[in-house]
């Protein structure tokens, strides 16, 4: 965490701090972990072929737009050569990211009762989150409640993005839906405040796993809504104990 704000501060702002909140905003589950629907929430960047770009390496502060990505909508359609794309990892398998197929697999189990049809991309480097960053929150609630959405889980892809999807969490969870958010900085996770976090020792670009392991991003959305199930007080924390076995 020192090492990134060194870099924030001598590539944008001297004075730049993360940000810090005294309370946290808490949702219990409306109902136990086999009858929920859930939604995925991502900072990765992506959209469909065809959908307006981000603008992320535009904006020196971030990109704070969000786009809807269906839960059925085939790989094949997603913009994974776009520029701002992190192409380490996502390319070769948006399912690091993005664990749709992993969602399904929950629900084939009967862990959950259902996945959302829509998912939710917001670009990653965002350095100043607030306040669009809460007003784009507002507008994906009010979809969410379209959809019938129980609970979230979010998942950050960039250093900053463990801030943003901190930040997105709180406001969800603040309009009424159980959330969980992956970490792979809890130190930047617990400053910001999560209702719930979900630590794993993986690089940035991967937050599910690596690419092709479906039993571990199975493993990881598993342990992740054991923590909308089983937390019990606001800024539940637990490293998943899952390792990259790429």
């Known amino acids: 965490l020192n090492r990134l704000y060194s870099h924030l501060r001598a590539g944008l702002d001297p004075d730049y701090d993360f940000l810090c909140f005294r309370d946290t905003p808490w949702t219990p589950p409306r109902a136990p972990l086999a009858e929920l629907r859930v939604a995925l929430i991502a900072t990765a960047d992506l959209h469909r072929r065809g959908d307006e770009p981000f603008v992320s390496l535009e904006t020196p502060w971030g990109d704070t737009s969000f786009r809807v990505i269906p839960h059925a909508l085939p790989e094949s359609e997603l913009a994974l050569d776009a520029p701002y794309v992190d192409d380490k990892y996502i390319p070769r398998d948006p399912e690091v990211t993005l664990p749709r197929r ?9 862990v959950i009762a259902a996945a959302a049809p829509r998912h939710y991309s917001f670009a990653q480097g965002i350095v100043r989150p607030l306040p669009d960053l809460a007003a784009r929150a507002r507008e994906v609630a009010a979809l ?16 900053l993005c463990v801030q943003s999807v901190a930040v997105l969490a709180r406001e969800l969870e603040s309009a009424g839906f159980a959330t969980v958010a992956l970490t792979m900085l809890p130190e930047l996770t617990a400053r910001v405040g999560a209702p719930r976090a979900l630590a794993s020792h993986f690089p940035f670009g991967a937050p599910a796993g690596d690419p092709g392991n479906r039993a571990l991003h199975v493993a990881v959305l598993r342990a992740a809504l ?21």
């Open 226 to 246: 054991g923590l909308i199930a089983n937390a019990r007080a606001p800024r539940t924390l637990l490293d998943s104990g899952l390792r990259w076995r790429g």
């Open 144 to 159: 969410l409640r379209e959809d019938c959405v129980d609970a979230l889980v979010l998942l950050p892809t960039c250093s």
């Open 102 to 110: 992993a969602l399904d697999e929950l629900v084939a189990a009967g």
